[in-house]
């Protein structure tokens, strides 16, 4: 009967601690990137873009005339 003498498979090289702890990181990293997508944390820094907004770069590529701006920006900034 042979017993291995306390090696077990992957631990003859004495490379096994550095599987197990490659394998324990990614584990953990991946658990990280799924909170992460799950709270959301993808675009912080970044703000919504306005209505106001999307309507002066309309203006700016001369989507609409001046006229057009007045008249959007004013029913968009009535109370």
């Not at 490379?15 to 990181?25: E, P, R, S």
């Amino acid at each position: 009967m042979r017993w291995d003498y306390g090696w077990g498979w992957g631990m003859g090289l004495g490379f096994g601690w550095l599987f197990m702890l490659i394998f324990w990181v990614l584990v953990i990293l991946g658990v990280a990137h799924i909170v992460r997508l799950i709270a959301g944390g993808g675009r912080k820094g970044e703000k919504e873009e306005t209505a106001i907004d999307i309507l002066k770069k309309r203006y700016a590529k001369g989507e609409i005339s001046k006229e057009e701006f007045d008249r959007m920006r004013d029913d968009l900034t009535k109370p």
